[in-house]
């Protein structure tokens, strides 16, 4: 009989099966191969939650978010309603974040930009993921869809760019 144990390898580019054990933002998961559990940051995107955490005590975009939230308090949610706990996912690994694949062949990813949940890095590019990223992130503009009703991206801007760099590292 021979067992085999799947252990992510955050530089593989095949896809691995994994089991969700937590869902704390839109943003950031908790997933489980056996007995080995690892963070997921969705690839690609910096999401209204990274936004969030960027931004200074006070500031515009900050105080953007928090009333987008209050206005839209399920959209906090959205990963954790789309998700599902001890469910398994398609998972691969590039640049130290993670390509979950939510619905199908569609990736949390873009399913964030298609709700106006995250912006696509200015610096991305990745032949794969490209035009799909490009069509989600144009269609929550023209939609009005999430942090595009409020003005979110206008509105932080610098915290956008702050996050670029500090990944580019």
Avoid: W
């Amino acid at each position: 009989m021979c067992i085999s144990i799947f252990v992510p390898s955050y530089s593989s580019q095949e896809p691995t099966l994994a089991k969700l054990n937590n869902v704390y933002s839109n943003n950031m998961q908790e997933f489980g191969i056996s007995q080995y559990k690892f963070i997921c940051r969705a690839y690609g995107v910096i999401s209204v939650d990274e936004l969030y955490l960027q931004a200074k005590e006070g500031s515009v975009c900050k105080n953007a978010i928090d009333h987008f939230y209050a206005q839209n308090p399920l959209l906090k949610y959205y990963s954790a309603s789309l998700l599902k706990i001890n469910q398994y996912y398609q998972v691969s690994f590039k640049n130290n974040r993670c390509i979950i694949y939510a619905k199908g062949m569609n990736t949390l990813s873009e399913l964030l930009l298609k709700n106006g949940l995250a912006l696509k890095k200015t610096n991305f590019q990745d032949e794969e993921f490209e035009a799909s990223f490009f069509k989600a992130q144009r269609e929550a503009q023209e939609n009005n869809k999430g942090m595009y009703k409020n003005k979110i991206k206008k509105r932080c801007i610098a915290e956008t760019f702050a996050i670029e760099q500090k990944d580019s590292k």
